[in-house]
């Protein structure tokens, strides 16, 4: 009765849409939550976005009728994008903060993404820059928002909070260079980054230094055949390290990254990391 009661759950059941058992039990769970919480552990706050309210209210109630004792809540406002979409684990294309989930570069690139409209609030919202400098970097953004430099502000920012300098260096980094920069500048944390970003294959060093090119296309699968890969370098859309090649060249000691790697490319976009078996 007392669910039922509630202004939120009672507009869904009289609505047009309903609503179905699992989300009207949720509430029911998440009080239970709380109640072992505050009983087992202690917990005396549940904090939770605005949309949680009704849930940590039903805990509250639950314990002070099963207790008498006294808890309480706390809500803070979402994070919505500009078209009012909220973050979330159970949207698509979520971000996480464990590197497990969403590596470095993922969540860089995460936000490299975030459209115009949202780059000047997630700039003050989501950072410790200076409210300053962050209206600053909006202002420059919306004179030259085609350089996405507001993004790029925002990604080093947010990333450097969650997964540190060394970690953002590296995305920067690799990101850079899957965009068509130079592969030669990569370092050895970046190349790393790099090969777990894109499809990797680990060659013998005769497989790779003085071999052919077109069999090396094959070894990848980047070309589907001898005749795919010779067509491809003839079209001059093969690139080694993000430089255009043709059928006439050959890998050497010094084209290999890190003296470890090569970086092949298939048109515009479609990567493959080969990594050199130490000799």
């Known amino acids: 009765n007392q669910l039922v009661a509630k202004e939120s759950i009672r507009a869904r059941m ?13 509430t029911l769970l998440q009080a239970f939550d709380y109640w072992h919480l505050h009983t087992a552990h202690g917990c005396e706050l549940q904090v939770g976005g605005s949309d949680q309210w009704g849930n940590i209210t039903a805990g509250i109630d639950l314990i002070r009728r099963r207790t008498g004792d006294r808890v309480h809540g706390l809500t803070v406002p979402l994070v919505t994008r500009a078209d009012g979409q909220k973050f979330g684990k159970s949207v698509d294309g979520a971000v996480w903060l464990s590197a497990e989930r969403t590596s470095p570069y993922r969540f860089y690139q995460y936000w490299m993404q975030v459209p115009d409209a949202d ?3 997630f700039l ?3 950072t410790l820059l200076p409210v300053d400098e962050a209206r600053r970097l909006a202002s420059d953004h919306a004179e030259a928002p085609h350089r996405r ?8 920012a947010v990333t450097t909070l969650i997964h540190g300098p060394d970690a953002t260096a590296g995305a920067e980094a690799a990101s850079a260079v899957l965009f068509g920069g130079d592969a030669a500048a990569l370092d050895t944390a970046a190349l790393d980054v790099l090969a ?32 795919d890969a010779r067509r491809s370098l003839d079209q001059r859309g093969i690139s080694v390290n993000n430089r255009k090649v043709d059928s006439g060249f050959t890998p050497s000691d010094g084209d ?18 080969v990594a050199v078996e130490p000799a």
């Open 256 to 273: 290999l990254l890190g003296g470890r790697a090569l970086l092949l490319r298939k048109g515009k976009s479609t990567y493959h990391h």
């Open 149 to 156: 430099e507001g993004q790029r502000a925002l990604a080093r």
């Open 119 to 121: 780059v000047e609030r």
């Open 196 to 227: 777990a970003e894109v499809p990797s294959t680990t060659l013998p060093r005769a497989d790779v230094v003085g071999a052919d090119l077109v069999d090396l296309l094959v070894l990848t699968g980047l070309s589907s055949s001898r005749g």
């Open 124 to 126: 003050l919202q989501l």
């Open 14 to 26: 009289e609505g047009t849409e309903g609503i179905s058992f699992t989300e009207f039990t949720y």
